[in-house]
């Protein structure tokens, strides 16, 4: 449920936190207040979630991006009908502790590179924009002298050709909430619903079929047989599963 939960891995943050250290499964767990905390949030998230637009391939994405200190969130969005913007999907990472020491300016690529390499699937070949409240970050390209790290992020994030627009942090509520907050199955008795059976393409089973080299000698190893029965000389069967059993 992370990628529908607004800020996951910000609000989960002190419940990862127990995780760390030497031998986390063997030590003892103190259960803190913030804790709790971040445990009714993120139940209260299952609860009550913003209504998710389904993608749609007629209409651009815009990607709002955002980073702070010890976060950084994304939001995945279309316009609808009306001209109005709904979310598709959120996503969140909480900085390790070398990212929270990178620039600003980094941080905020970071941003921009995880929501892209989230959303690739959604985002790769078509046109979309990436808004951000770091104004400097739409002049990244013609930077003069990038540091190392800033030219192999620029690099991979012009596989995408994206357009980054500046949006003002007065207006960039839902990415900058998502890098701040701390951290079905088919019914078996719906008739309708397909089997594992007939959803399995059947391709995936008639490779060998075309392959396999039909069956001449007694020698031959009988899982060809198993194949295609059509394959077998008269009384090959007999032979094969004996001679196997022997």
Not at 88 to 108: D, G, H, I, M, W
């Amino acid at each position: 449920y992370r990628r529908f939960v607004k800020d996951f891995s910000t609000v989960a943050s002190p419940l990862s936190d127990l995780t760390k250290g030497v031998g986390p499964k063997k030590r003892d767990i103190t259960w803190s207040p913030q804790c709790q905390e971040a445990f009714d949030l993120l139940k209260n998230a299952l609860q009550t979630s913003p209504v998710l637009m389904m993608p749609r391939d007629d209409t651009p994405f815009v990607i709002d991006t955002d980073a702070s200190d010890y976060g950084i969130g994304a939001v995945l969005q279309q316009y609808d009908d009306d001209g109005n913007l709904h979310p598709v999907a959120f996503e969140s990472k909480k900085l390790s502790a070398a990212e929270t020491k990178y620039p600003v300016q980094e941080r905020e690529l970071l941003a921009v590179l995880h929501a892209l390499r989230t959303w690739r699937c959604f985002v790769d070949g078509r046109p979309f924009v990436v808004r951000t409240d770091h104004n400097p970050l739409k002049y990244t390209r013609t930077q003069a002298t990038p540091t190392p790290r800033l030219t192999r992020w620029m690099n991979e994030i012009e596989l995408y050709d994206p357009i980054i627009e500046y949006k003002p942090g007065s207006q960039h509520v839902v990415p900058d909430a998502l890098s701040r907050v701390k951290f079905t199955s088919p019914e078996k008795d719906d008739p309708s619903a397909g089997s594992l059976d007939t959803m399995v393409p059947d391709f995936l089973y008639s490779i060998g079929d075309k392959m396999a080299p039909p069956l001449k000698h007694p020698s031959d190893w009988p899982i060809y047989y198993l194949c295609d029965q059509a394959m077998t000389i008269p009384d090959m069967e007999k032979q094969l599963l004996d001679k196997h059993k022997d």
